[in-house]
């Protein structure tokens, strides 16, 4: 998948610059998927529907599928993961007419459990099959939308359940199907660490699920189109929009661990819309949620995809584009304004001075005092705001001051402070904002 961001975990997220790359580059790790017992009857179709991590996480659902292995399928060229991905950047160039293979998962089902039209039915809802050499943000051939039969009366259902599909995506207004049905010529398993990925890598993102255009007759409940949020009421000028997904838990988590506890300087609202906000633009398409987009003036101006309970790394994201270069130096950089030219140096009027980046409180101006330093001072912070760390820089052994919400740095706490604390919190007025009381 794209990759957008790095975590520890390698997660899900691929880097914008490599729409040429294959899922990722993972540590390898033992296949997790339960050997099939001795004796079941089986029938297998190779299916393509993008990064083959979330289809073979998808089609595995499906009662009756009694395995799901990743592979490439259908090319012209070695079946490993780097010739892959160097194919296809030699078919960019124009240095290669060989065909690339696609990623694919090879589905095995129980057909005394489950049919082959039911499997094809899970695959022509769980992606987009009208979208060519791509699916979502994954861009190449090796990504096409396809379906590689093991003989006629495959190929016969395969094509069958296409024109049935079609009829549905065209009256939600979708365009041609773009699948490549045809009979299998090659396969190759994928290296050992792609299969299963999804369960032995939990942490990352959920898929948005294709077209959400259900397959007539299949019994899924066909959801009622989500509308989409009106921009005119909306903050024009800046809004963070969280697009979410049914039955995501990291967008439930995101819920829990910062939407709950709002309180940015800049309005953030939650859809389960796929398209932007009437009247505005998204840059490129949504891909998996949790994505947070940033607009400014009806614009995506940036997005964070992906969430795995890192809230620093989220707060750290936007404290990038809603601070001024000044301010991240200090935030980030664990720089210092120059003494007497910071802001709040002066101020007495009751009130909060909070983060500056999540809201969150820090310290209120009846604990600020004039130290003379040229830094403002308090005497001791709100309860739970600020997180302590040593900090051995400059030649000097200092207590450094983060804020608890964001990890932003804020300053150093020294012991020469007035009573009753006889603390002295040294903060950067450049990184804090200032809340009156009403």
Same mark, same amino acid.
């Given at each position: 998948?794209?990759?957008?961001?790095?975590?520890?975990?390698?997660?899900?997220?691929? @880097?914008?610059?490599?729409?040429?790359?294959?899922?990722?580059?993972?540590?390898?790790?033992?296949?997790?998927?339960?050997?099939?017992?001795?004796?079941?009857? /089986?029938?297998?179709?190779?299916?393509?529907?993008?990064?083959?991590?979330?289809? +073979?996480?998808?089609?595995?659902?499906?009662?009756?599928?009694?395995?799901?292995?990743?592979?490439?399928?259908?090319?012209?060229?070695?079946?490993?993961?780097?010739?892959?991905?160097?194919?296809?950047?030699?078919?960019?160039?124009?240095?290669?007419?060989?065909?690339?293979?696609?990623?694919?998962?090879?589905?095995?089902?129980?057909?005394?459990?489950?049919?082959?039209?039911?499997?094809?039915?899970?695959?022509? +809802?769980?992606?987009?099959? /009208?979208?060519?050499?791509?699916?979502?943000?994954?861009?190449?051939?090796?990504?096409?939308?396809?379906?590689?039969?093991?003989?006629?009366?495959?190929?016969?259902?395969?094509?069958?359940?296409?024109? *049935?599909?079609?009829?549905?995506?065209?009256?939600?207004?979708?365009?041609?199907?773009?699948?490549?049905?045809?009979?299998?010529?090659?396969?190759?398993?994928?290296?050992?660490?792609? !299969?299963?990925?999804?369960?032995?890598?939990?942490?990352?993102?959920?898929?948005?699920?294709?077209?959400?255009?259900?397959?007539?007759?299949?019994? /899924?409940?066909?959801?009622?189109?989500?509308?989409?949020?009106?921009?005119?009421?909306?903050?024009?000028?800046?809004?963070?929009?969280?697009? +979410?997904?049914?039955? @995501?838990?990291?967008?439930?988590?995101?819920?829990?661990?910062?939407?709950?506890?709002?309180?940015?300087?800049?309005?953030?609202?939650? /859809?389960?819309?796929?398209?932007?906000?009437?009247?505005?633009?998204? %840059?490129?398409?949504?891909?998996?949620?949790?994505?947070?987009?940033?607009?400014? !003036?009806?614009?995506?101006?940036?997005?964070?995809?992906?969430?795995?309970?890192?809230?620093?790394?989220?707060?750290?994201?936007?404290?990038?584009?809603?601070?001024?270069?000044? !301010?991240?130096?200090?935030?980030? +950089? %664990?720089?210092?304004?120059?003494?007497?030219?910071?802001?709040?140096?002066?101020?007495?009027?009751?009130?909060?001075?909070?983060?500056?980046?999540?809201?969150?409180?820090?310290?209120?101006?009846?604990?600020?005092?004039?130290?003379?330093?040229?830094?403002?001072?308090?005497?001791?912070? !709100?309860?739970?705001?600020?997180?302590?760390?040593?900090?051995?820089?400059?030649?000097?052994?200092? *207590? %450094?001051?983060?804020?608890?919400?964001?990890?932003?740095?804020?300053?150093?706490?020294?012991?020469?402070?007035?009573?009753?604390?006889?603390?002295?919190?040294?903060?950067?007025?450049?990184?804090?904002?200032? *809340?009156?009381?009403?």
């Amino acid at each position: 998948m794209i990759r957008l961001r790095s975590t520890p975990l390698a997660t899900l997220m691929l @880097c914008a610059s490599l729409l040429t790359t294959a899922c990722a580059r993972e540590t390898p790790a033992s296949p997790s998927s339960p050997p099939v017992p001795p004796g079941t009857p /089986t029938e297998s179709i190779v299916l393509g529907m993008g990064c083959f991590w979330g289809a +073979e996480k998808r089609m595995s659902e499906l009662p009756g599928v009694v395995n799901v292995e990743s592979g490439y399928a259908n090319g012209e060229v070695a079946g490993d993961y780097e010739t892959v991905l160097s194919q296809e950047s030699a078919l960019r160039r124009g240095q290669s007419g060989k065909r690339n293979h696609a990623e694919v998962v090879k589905v095995s089902f129980d057909p005394t459990r489950t049919t082959l039209e039911k499997v094809l039915i899970r695959f022509w +809802e769980n992606h987009d099959p /009208t979208q060519g050499d791509r699916q979502g943000n994954d861009v190449g051939s090796n990504y096409r939308s396809a379906i590689y039969t093991g003989d006629a009366a495959q190929l016969a259902t395969a094509e069958k359940t296409r024109a *049935v599909y079609q009829q549905a995506l065209e009256k939600a207004g979708f365009g041609a199907i773009t699948t490549e049905i045809a009979p299998l010529t090659a396969y190759f398993p994928a290296e050992t660490y792609h !299969q299963d990925y999804l369960a032995k890598n939990p942490n990352g993102y959920c898929g948005l699920g294709g077209t959400q255009v259900r397959y007539p007759g299949s019994g /899924t409940p066909v959801a009622a189109p989500v509308p989409r949020l009106d921009g005119k009421a909306l903050a024009f000028d800046r809004q963070l929009v969280v697009f +979410e997904a049914e039955h @995501c838990r990291f967008c439930e988590q995101f819920k829990a661990d910062v939407l709950d506890h709002w309180r940015a300087g800049v309005p953030v609202v939650s /859809t389960r819309s796929v398209q932007p906000p009437a009247g505005w633009t998204l %840059e490129k398409a949504l891909f998996a949620t949790p994505t947070i987009v940033l607009f400014e !003036q009806g614009r995506e101006v940036a997005r964070y995809t992906g969430y795995d309970g890192e809230t620093a790394r989220f707060w750290k994201w936007l404290g990038f584009r809603l601070l001024t270069p000044e !301010q991240q130096k200090i935030a980030f +950089e %664990e720089g210092t304004e120059p003494p007497f030219t910071g802001s709040h140096l002066d101020e007495k009027r009751p009130g909060t001075f909070v983060d500056p980046i999540t809201g969150a409180a820090l310290f209120r101006t009846d604990a600020k005092f004039e130290s003379g330093t040229g830094w403002p001072s308090f005497f001791t912070p !709100q309860p739970g705001s600020i997180t302590l760390h040593e900090d051995v820089s400059l030649g000097m052994k200092r *207590v %450094e001051v983060r804020s608890a919400s964001s990890g932003i740095h804020l300053g150093h706490v020294f012991e020469d402070g007035p009573p009753p604390t006889h603390q002295r919190y040294c903060i950067n007025g450049n990184v804090l904002k200032f *809340v009156p009381d009403k």
